[in-house]
């Protein structure tokens, strides 16, 4: 059973136009979840959440967790093409050697 | 340009033959991973290693083998390849254990027929 559960599985849509990647997970004992973009080949980082409530930002990207709902979005404003990618929600566990659980990923084309 | 470097980048084997795929990384990094990603399965670890010297199992270890001889190094075998193993499999290492400082290499799409 996926602990880290991305939605939708993939979405269009045009330049310009403000997306919301969603994740859900259904562990409590974890020490961040992060969020990674990955074009061709390796995932790149964005962004790694500890807190509930507090948003993370960076340019056209921010993101937010809510560890009472069990839930992180990630919102990209103003799409361009090179947003295009498969974005990774990931989770790090509690523990010496916290590992990471990955989410199926979200692809996202951004059309022009 | 530091980093983690995989090779090969691509590889066709045939069923029953073996390989090894290195991973090297010149960051100094303690921790360092093998995952493979498959369609619409997320990445999954198979093995990864806290220091030289030590491997440990991942998520998915069967039928992969690995190695930590040398602090920069983590190769991860195959014996006897199954077109199951048929996947991109991306290396990574960080400093310490968990997410940030990540860095992955630019993967190995392997191919068994």
Known sequence: ?112 | NAGVTQTPKFRVLKTGQSMTLLCAQDMNHEYMYWYRQDPGMGLRLIHYSVGEGTTAKGEVPDGYNVSRLKKQNFLLGLESAAPSQTSVYFCASSYYSGGVGYTFGSGTRLTVV
């Open chain 1, 1 to 112: 059973e996926d602990k880290v559960v991305q939605s939708p599985l993939s979405l269009v849509v045009h330049e310009g136009d403000t997306v919301t990647l969603n994740c859900s997970y259904e562990v409590t004992n974890f020490r961040s979840l992060l969020w990674y973009k990955q074009e061709k080949k390796a995932p790149t980082f964005l962004f790694m959440l500890t807190s509930s409530g507090i948003e993370k930002k960076s340019g056209r990207l921010s993101s937010i967790l809510d560890k009472k709902e069990l839930f992180s979005i990630l919102n990209i404003t103003a799409t361009q093409t090179g947003d295009s990618a498969v974005y990774l929600c990931v989770l790090r566990y509690t523990g010496a050697n916290s590992k990471l659980t990955f989410g199926k990923g979200i692809t996202l084309s951004v059309r022009p």
